[in-house]
């Protein structure tokens, strides 16, 4: 078969779609970018993080219905394992975010099913470790899941509890990529942080596994970015000291409603500590504008805070009403306009944001 993959969304989704292009070449198929000129089968791999995701996830799935007509539909990922696709035809195959392979063998016999997604107790590791097409560096998922429940978020319902790879499996991983000519290594994950044993230790491991190539982290949030870290990874030399932080808001009574387990003090000392501990260091940042009973003065305590603590970029995300959270039942809703007007704010306040 000739297949096109489309991605929306994070990291780990890339890796993702990396490992079933991976799985798919193995068995003999051929794996396309996107709009080439004809294919058999076409793969969305959906996200689900925000509202705006949802819909480009569905517009997606409508864009490659009319660029390929002719071709087998499937879809998966966070999307479909949180609410039906109803609205959307077209549709030939659908799956969640686990039983990859059994999505992938459905998809080669073209059969048109809906695979009910059964979340595993453990990490699940069907999917062979490669890196995105036409890409250098090589994306490995360590842990999948999230145990935070934040109020605003649908991705423990989407990737279901928090599971953690075996190091011996990452790391055998990381030496193939290594060996595969990987430029950089990104250990990747829903949640990283709380990779048990330890992140920390588990870096370390990674860098003198890579070593020379370099290695960094995804996404992490703010508690886990203190001295265990710094402590493993400090004298490791290809440790890549960039950092992006899971932020969402720097006001406490913020953070309290969004269920975050830190507080405006605790950001602060991360990034001091951070910048302390390697010079150099890069510190971006996802924060959330709008959130349910976010005032002005609630607002304006985030941007205060930012502007003294300087990220060098940020991405923004104006708060998306999920149905389903508890966030979608909070008082103090906020219109489109002010979420808007906010983040425009700022996006104003520093030049180098990802909007």
Same mark, same amino acid.
């Given at each position: 078969?000739?297949?096109?993959?489309?991605?929306?969304?994070?990291?780990?989704?890339?890796?993702?779609?990396?490992?079933?292009?991976?799985?798919?070449?193995?068995?003999?198929?051929?794996?396309?970018?996107?709009?080439?000129?004809?294919?058999?089968?076409?793969?969305?791999?959906?996200?689900?993080?925000?509202?705006?995701?949802?819909?480009?996830?569905?517009?997606?799935?409508?864009?490659?219905? +009319?660029?390929?007509?002719?071709?087998?539909?499937?879809?998966?990922?966070?999307?479909?394992?949180?609410?039906?696709?109803?609205?959307?035809?077209?549709?030939?195959?659908?799956?969640?975010?686990?039983?990859?392979?059994?999505?992938?063998?459905?998809?080669?016999?073209?059969?048109?099913?809906?695979?009910?997604?059964?979340?595993?107790?453990?990490?699940?590791?069907?999917?062979?470790?490669?890196?995105?097409?036409?890409?250098?560096?090589?994306?490995?998922?360590?842990?999948?899941?999230?145990?935070?429940?934040?109020?605003?978020? +649908?991705?423990?319902?989407?990737?279901?509890?928090?599971?953690?790879?075996?190091? +011996?499996?990452?790391?055998?991983?990381?030496?193939?990529?290594?060996?595969?000519?990987?430029?950089?290594?990104?250990?990747?994950?829903?949640?990283?942080?709380?990779?048990?044993?330890?992140?920390?230790?588990?870096?370390?491991?990674?860098?003198?596994?890579?070593?020379?190539?370099?290695?960094?982290?995804?996404?992490?949030?703010?508690?886990?970015?203190?001295?265990?870290?710094?402590?493993?990874?400090?004298?490791?030399?290809?440790?890549?000291?960039?950092?992006?932080?899971?932020?969402?808001?720097?006001?406490?009574?913020?953070?309290?409603?969004?269920?975050?387990?830190?507080?405006?003090?605790?950001?602060?000392?991360?990034?001091?500590?951070?910048?302390?501990?390697?010079?150099?260091?890069?510190?971006?940042?996802?924060?959330?504008?709008?959130?349910?009973?976010?005032?002005?003065?609630?607002?304006?305590?985030?941007?205060?805070?930012?502007?003294?603590?300087?990220?060098?970029?940020?991405?923004?995300?104006?708060?998306?009403?999920?149905?389903?959270?508890?966030?979608?039942?909070?008082?103090?809703?906020?219109?489109?306009?002010?979420?808007?007007?906010?983040?425009?704010?700022?996006?104003?306040?520093?030049? +180098?944001?990802?909007?």
């Amino acid at each position: 078969m000739r297949i096109v993959i489309t991605t929306m969304g994070c990291r780990s989704n890339q890796a993702e779609s990396a490992g079933m292009a991976e799985f798919l070449r193995r068995r003999g198929h051929t794996v396309l970018t996107a709009d080439e000129a004809d294919c058999d089968a076409v793969v969305v791999n959906t996200c689900t993080v925000t509202g705006t995701a949802d819909k480009k996830s569905r517009n997606a799935i409508r864009r490659m219905r +009319k660029r390929y007509p002719d071709a087998l539909l499937a879809v998966c990922g966070c999307l479909p394992q949180t609410e039906e696709l109803t609205g959307i035809n077209g549709i030939d195959l659908v799956g969640g975010t686990s039983n990859r392979a059994a999505f992938l063998a459905a998809l080669e016999e073209h059969v048109s099913a809906n695979l009910t997604a059964t979340l595993p107790e453990d990490f699940e590791d069907t999917l062979p470790d490669a890196r995105p097409l036409g890409r250098s560096r090589a994306y490995i998922r360590i842990q999948e899941g999230c145990d935070n429940r934040c109020t605003y978020c +649908k991705v423990p319902a989407a990737r279901g509890r928090a599971r953690s790879r075996p190091s +011996k499996s990452v790391l055998d991983a990381v030496r193939r990529a290594v060996e595969d000519g990987a430029v950089e290594i990104i250990l990747t994950g829903t949640e990283i942080g709380s990779y048990r044993p330890s992140l920390p230790i588990l870096t370390q491991a990674v860098c003198r596994a890579a070593a020379p190539v370099p290695v960094r982290l995804s996404s992490i949030d703010p508690r886990h970015a203190g001295g265990e870290l710094v402590g493993a990874l400090k004298g490791e030399p290809n440790f890549r000291p960039a950092f992006h932080l899971s932020l969402q808001s720097c006001c406490d009574k913020t953070l309290a409603a969004m269920g975050r387990r830190y507080t405006a003090a605790d950001i602060a000392s991360a990034f001091a500590l951070l910048r302390e501990s390697w010079n150099g260091a890069v510190i971006t940042a996802d924060i959330i504008v709008g959130f349910p009973g976010e005032t002005d003065d609630d607002f304006h305590e985030t941007l205060g805070t930012l502007k003294e603590l300087r990220p060098e970029g940020l991405h923004i995300f104006p708060y998306s009403r999920r149905a389903g959270t508890p966030a979608a039942e909070l008082p103090g809703q906020l219109t489109r306009a002010v979420k808007e007007a906010r983040a425009k704010a700022l996006s104003a306040a520093f030049p +180098k944001v990802s909007p």
